[in-house]
């Protein structure tokens, strides 16, 4: 029979790639990763995980398993936030950090609605657009958006997001509706000044990177999309920016035949032994808050 420890120590190792860093973010030694780990394979009757002195590589079984763990540690994380969420008991300081322009627009309303079920909570909430350190900060959790690469984090995916190409009605009557990535090179770009290679192009399975000729740089994404409204050029924004725009007609979605690379949005938390019962209860309402698909995208 399998049990959870074991899975855990399972799914731990195979995302650290290594058992001595699977040990540090599960809180647990070294050897008991390694018993927990061997008695998952030996109530299975195969071999899950190959190790060698230099890597880790899952054979053929332990691919087979691996989405399956990761589905039954999710649903567990998200029971136990629901009996939280149901008994009501959430309370201390609360402390989020999470983009500027994501929190003006979904995070806040979101909260407030959380807050209204847990009025013993004591939120500070932090809008900064830098990616702050979460556990050197003091934060309970960190809203991303985009990859998730430090390794001190759990990060839980709250919504998959869309970048498209907008632009006002007037400013594609004055310079045209570009119809392909080489088109755009020839408009005037509204980019975000913190990713060099803001307009990627997924293609024939490769990426087209596409730097238009003349642009307006912006580090606030609801500055390049009022820039957009404005008439001052095209952007490739998240739809959670565009969506209301693109419905009344004040913003134009363009089509060039290849579709822009998206993004997810995540909240993270630090590594710990224990997750508090606060951030799971909050990762729970975020989820069912924004929807699946989020709200923000158009139906169908």
Known sequence: MMKLDGIAAFVATVEAGSITEAARRLGWSKSVVSERLAELERSLGTRLVQRTTRKLSLTQDGDSLLPRARRILADIE?????????????????????????????????????????????LSLELDDRFV???????????????????????????????????????????????????????????????????RFASAGDWIVVRPRNC??????????????????????????????????SLKEIDIDVEAEGAELFVCY????????????????LRKTFGRPPYWEPAG
């Open 78 to 122: 998200e029971a136990a936030a629901e009996i939280v969420e149901r008994r009501g008991s959430l309370a201390g300081p609360l402390r989020i950090s999470a983009p500027v322009s994501f929190g003006v627009l979904h995070l806040g309303p979101a909260i407030y609605a959380f807050l209204a079920k847990h009025p013993d909570l004591e």
């Open 133 to 199: 350190d979460a556990a050197a900060d003091g934060f309970d959790a960190v809203i991303r958006h985009g990859p998730v690469v430090d390794n001190r984090l759990v990060a839980k995916r709250l919504a998959v997001t869309r970048r498209t190409l907008v632009a006002s009605p007037t400013y594609l009557e004055r310079a045209g509706t570009p119809t392909s990535p080489d088109d755009l090179q020839n408009h005037r770009g509204i980019l975000y000044s913190n990713r060099d290679t803001d307009w």
């Open 216 to 249: 307006v740089r912006v580090n606030n994404g609801l500055i390049m999309r009022d820039a957009a409204l404005a008439g001052h050029g095209i952007t490739l924004l998240p739809t959670f920016f565009t969506y209301r725009e693109i419905a009344a007609g």
């Open 270 to 285: 630090p590594l710990a032994p224990s997750v508090p019962a606060k951030v799971l209860a909050l990762v729970d309402s």
